[in-house]
């Protein structure tokens, strides 16, 4: 479906944020074209444009979550591009890279490039998915290279399809990645670790059904330190996705210090919840890979997204039906939703953190758009795509499962006070959002088409 031709618009009075800090200017414009087309203080209306009043309001890029689960194709009963995008303007978010982590992996450029043409009129956001990093997709990663941000490979077994243990079978992949010059998006945690786990917890009713024992700091920081390894030693370029722990995230801002092509981002969770804090009864809600942690990790995480060393939040939005998730825990899937909130999210953790909140919107916005090279995204700048959010960040409101827009209509957030959710949120300069709905029909495009 092509997209219809916004009107001219000219957002008046606000608080804008670049993507990094806030500007002296209070005004922007968007073309017909859709792009960016003036910043400064008071422009004045040209005749037929479209005028918002900000009164002080914010402005802020379109967020950019670089890590969602839509499960689509495959799993389409569970999310599917309309409902996840539409959650996604919910949370401000207007461009997903997004991870097929259930049959059929994006494991040739056929499937790759089919699931891209068959999201358009789908999506309510644009979308640059990732490919798969498995055996099968090894003799297509040149090609896939032009078509997605990098390939996603799972060290250890998760939820769902994927994964790889073997130290072997790694090396190889990784270098296979390498010599097609396209970067590794990596979930690590170690599978021997984890395991030992689970059998010395086994005999230990209480302790058996606690996720952060079973999938530890350890098996985590292990199998960082694998990866940077072999990245290293095969000349691959590797981001180490949702880090839990302050121990991984440290080893990996320490080998990017040392000039190793290594990156890592963090998710909103770990920058919000622990292991300690959260109530038994909200427990399973929580059940997500890797585990969340303890009050070390969580602060020692924020300061390095605060300090700007780990500067990339991704949601790993994983939606499950609630009745799947309440089933007792070891039948519990892990992962769930949060795409829906992020925006807000993002303000609650500067909140917590006691920080003002531009590194915060920075590691949602220009962050991921920097590392995963999408050039249009991210930022408020000249020529670039006017992908937008109001905001009005003084304005709070409880948690109400039933106003959010992905499938699984529920969230381990319910209930807590939030602020900063989105008033409208534009895409491409077409107003796609507003008042806690999505309008028009779906324009999202592929990035990487
Ligand atoms: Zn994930």
Request: net charge negative; aromatic share 6%; glycine share 10%.
């Amino acid at each position: 479906m092509p997209s219809p031709t916004p009107p001219s618009r000219l957002f008046r009075g606000g608080r804008l944020f670049d993507g990094t800090q806030f500007l002296d200017a209070t005004d922007l414009r968007c073309g017909p074209d859709g792009r960016i087309t003036e910043i400064g203080t008071q422009l004045v209306a040209e005749l037929g444009e479209e005028v918002t009043e900000l009164d002080g309001r914010w402005l802020l890029p379109g967020l950019v979550d670089c890590h969602v689960h839509f499960r689509e194709p495959g799993l389409v009963r569970k999310e599917g591009y309309g409902y996840g995008s539409s959650g996604a303007l919910h949370g401000g978010v207007t461009t997903v890279c997004e991870i097929q982590n259930n049959p059929p992996l994006m494991d040739s450029l056929v499937t790759l490039k089919t699931k891209l043409e068959n999201l358009r009129g789908i999506s309510r956001v644009d979308y640059a998915p990732y490919g798969s990093l498995v055996e099968e997709s090894l003799s297509d990663l040149a090609i896939m290279k032009k078509h997605c941000p990098a390939v996603k490979c799972f060290l250890g077994c998760s939820t769902g399809a994927g994964g790889v243990a073997d130290e072997a079978t790694l090396r190889r992949w990784f270098a296979a990645a390498a010599k097609a010059g396209i970067k590794v998006v990596a979930h690590c945690e170690d599978n021997d670790v984890m395991d030992a786990a689970t059998e010395a917890l086994r005999d230990d009713p209480d302790k058996f059904t606690r996720h952060d024992l079973r999938r530890s700091r350890e098996a985590e920081v292990v199998s960082i330190d694998s990866a940077i390894a072999i990245a290293t030693e095969v000349g691959a370029i590797l981001h180490v996705f949702h880090i839990s722990t302050f121990e991984g995230a440290a080893r990996v801002t320490t080998a990017a210090a040392r000039g190793m092509a290594v990156t890592g981002s963090t998710a909103p969770h770990y920058l919000l919840a622990t292991a300690d804090d959260t109530e038994a009864a909200v427990q399973n809600r929580f059940k997500v890979n890797p585990a969340l942690k303890y009050e070390d990790d969580r602060v020692g995480i924020g300061n390095l997204v605060r300090q700007g060393m780990l500067p990339i939040v991704g949601t790993d939005h994983a939606p499950h039906p609630l009745d799947e998730k309440d089933r007792p825990y070891q039948k519990a899937p892990s992962g769930f939703p949060s795409i829906d909130l992020l925006l807000p999210l993002m303000f609650a953790a500067a909140d917590l953190h006691q920080c003002s909140p531009e590194p915060f919107l920075h590691a949602v916005t220009q962050g991921p758009a920097d590392e995963f090279a999408l050039v249009q995204k991210g930022r408020l700048a000249l020529g670039l795509d006017a992908d937008l959010v109001i905001v009005d960040p003084s304005q709070k409101r409880v948690v109400d499962e039933t106003t959010l827009l992905s499938r699984s209509g529920w969230s381990p957030y319910v209930g807590r006070e939030l602020r900063g959710f989105p008033e409208q949120v534009f895409l491409r300069g077409n107003l796609v959002f507003a008042d806690g709905a999505t309008v028009g029909d779906p324009i999202g495009q592929p990035l990487m088409a």
